[in-house]
Nanobody
Framework: QVQLVESGGGLVQAGGSLRLSCAAP????????MGWFRQAPGKEREFVGALNWSDSSTYYADSVKGRFTIFGDNAKSTIYLQMSSLKPDDTAVYFCAAGAIKSMNPTAFGSWGQGTQVTVSS
């Protein structure tokens, strides 16, 4: 497993923006996929998007395409989730995750951060 340290959550008004970061200081090549999931109260954990460190490619859930962007800083072993045009439905605890294969299934990610709360007010 790899250590993941998240930061950047908070309260924002609908239509606003927020950036989350996730540092992975002990990341190895076997954890070349890093991404974000979110979980709202009473709901299952939901895939948001992920980055492949090997080629910097990204993929997203349909619900966030065009609004959220993931990018990475290889020197810092850190990925970022830039969220724009936020909606109240985006309110959730956001988790950073790392894994070895491309997937939208949380079971494919073996390492998880502690989670950070994002609240979007209407």
């Amino acid at each position: 497993q790899v250590q993941l340290v998240e930061s950047g959550g908070g309260l924002v008004q609908a239509g606003g923006s927020l950036r989350l970061s996730c540092a992975a200081p002990t990341r190895t090549f076997s954890n070349r996929f890093m991404g974000w999931f979110r979980q709202a109260p009473g709901k299952e954990r939901e895939f948001v998007g992920a980055l492949n460190w090997s080629d910097s490619s990204t993929y997203y859930a349909d619900s966030v395409k065009g609004r959220f962007t993931i990018f990475g800083d290889n020197a810092k072993s850190t990925i970022y989730l830039q969220m724009s045009s936020l909606k109240p439905d985006d309110t959730a605890v956001y988790f950073c995750a790392a894994g070895a294969i491309k997937s939208m299934n949380p079971t494919a990610f073996g390492s998880w951060g502690q989670g950070t709360q994002v609240t979007v007010s209407s």
